[in-house]
């Protein structure tokens, strides 16, 4: 079983930084995709970022060029760097992690972006 525990969420001012960390325990392959979801209050959840082994990433359009993800298959970490952030990107942040058909989803941290 993969447990995802998510790190690094706080509050913090337009045009400010985070950096989320997720560490997995459990077995996970680095041929498998990891990556990072938000939802907003009132929202349905999206997608951030993905990455698979090769380092290969895809963003959502709202965070290409701010966000940057990448891992770390030997430390079994996944991370998100989230510059020039706005209030829109206040949402609480997910891990995830998939192994064929089966997700895996970490408890969640808040990101909040006010003054």
């Known amino acids: 079983q993969v447990q995802l525990v998510e790190s690094g969420g706080g509050l913090v001012q337009p045009g400010g930084s985070l950096r989320l960390s997720c560490t997995a325990s459990?077995?996970?392959?680095?041929?498998?995709?990891m990556g990072w979801y938000r939802q907003a209050p009132g929202k349905q959840r999206e997608l951030v970022a993905t990455?698979?082994?090769?380092?290969?990433?895809n963003y959502a359009s709202a965070v290409k060029g701010r966000f940057t993800i990448s891992r770390d298959d030997a430390q079994k970490t996944v991370s998100l760097q989230m510059n020039s952030l706005y209030a829109e990107d206040t949402a609480v942040y997910y891990c995830?992690?998939?192994?064929?058909?089966?997700?895996?989803w970490g408890q969640g941290t808040q990101v909040t972006v006010s003054s």
């Open positions: 990455i698979d082994s090769l380092s290969n990433s």
């Open positions: 995830y992690y998939r192994r064929w058909t089966n997700e895996y």
């Open positions: 459990g077995e996970i392959f680095s041929f498998d995709p």
